[in-house]
């Protein structure tokens, strides 16, 4: 199954959750993350730096290479990567010409389709090639959003995004789900989640990530959450992804 995390906002925890998620799945099955994001976050987040000639995601959807000759293993067991630097900024430019470069990342990742069970790919926040390359891969889409104010601004313009690449590129995707995060005890935070309850139904609706200094500790040490500390109100949000991908 192919996972997106998409949501064109910024600091979400669309590159924590990733890694979460991809931590936990890799304890029972064999998992690609794939960092579709300029910014290298999902790289660095797994404690891997990016050599100057090392093949990463700007050569893989720019075509220069394929997709298993720029996969990275992780110090994790059975978790690999696809990195990304900034050069990835410049490959998104470079494939605006180009005839079907919405489905660049589909045929490059159609290669390693059998030797995985699990891809989640970390989308930049925007609603641009990149991120509609993900779409037009990806079976489900799972949407982190911060329980926050603004939280439900742009949220819109994000369905619209997934309605029209259902229409015309990826009849297969699905809304897996919309993940709570940053979770603190305030009538904000719970007035967001009713909202997101309301907009999109309850069971579309994970239980809600707390916010925990844990997460960005566990970012800077290059490890998943339950790596880093066995916190079970941490980790279950992430356990019932799981859950709800095995349904
Ligand atoms: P971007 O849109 O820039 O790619 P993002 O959506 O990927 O951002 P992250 O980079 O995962 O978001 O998280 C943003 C910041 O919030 C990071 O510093 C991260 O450590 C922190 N963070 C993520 N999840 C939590 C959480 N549950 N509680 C507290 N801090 C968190
Ligand atoms: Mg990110």
Redo the contacts with the bound molecule.
């Keep these: 199954m192919i996972i997106a995390l998409c949501?064109q906002k910024?600091?979400?925890?669309?590159?924590?959750?990733t890694i979460c998620l991809g931590g936990l799945l890799a304890e029972s099955a064999k998992v690609l993350l794939i960092d579709l994001?300029p910014?290298g976050?999902l790289t660095t987040g797994l404690g891997i730096e990016v050599e100057d000639d090392q093949l990463t995601a700007y050569e893989v959807i720019t075509e220069q290479c394929s997709t298993a000759a720029a996969i990275a293993p992780t110090k994790i067991k059975n978790l690999d990567l696809l990195p990304a630097d900034i050069s990835l900024a410049k490959g998104e430019t470079e494939i605006l010409g180009k005839v079907g470069n919405f489905c660049l990342l589909k045929e490059q990742l159609e290669t390693v389709f059998d030797q995985y069970d699990h891809i989640l790919i970390d989308c930049?926040?925007s609603l641009g090639l990149l991120t509609i390359n993900a779409l037009t891969v990806a079976d489900q889409v799972l949407v982190?959003v911060q329980c926050q104010f603004f939280a439900l601004k742009g949220l819109a313009a994000l369905l619209e995004t997934i309605e029209s690449v259902k229409k015309r590129l990826n009849p297969n995707i699905d809304i897996l789900g919309v993940l709570p995060?940053?979770f603190e005890q305030t009538v904000m935070a719970r007035d967001v989640i009713t909202s997101l309850e309301k907009r999109f139904g309850k069971s579309l609706v994970f239980p809600a990530?707390?916010?925990?200094?844990r997460?960005?500790e566990s970012?800077l040490a290059g490890e998943p959450i339950h790596l880093y500390v066995n916190e079970h109100k941490l980790i279950y949000p992430y356990k019932s992804i799981i859950k709800a991908m095995e349904a």
């Design positions: 949501n910024g600091g979400v925890s669309k590159t924590t959750s994001d910014q976050n930049p926040p982190p995060t940053m990530v707390p916010k925990s200094v997460f960005a970012n």
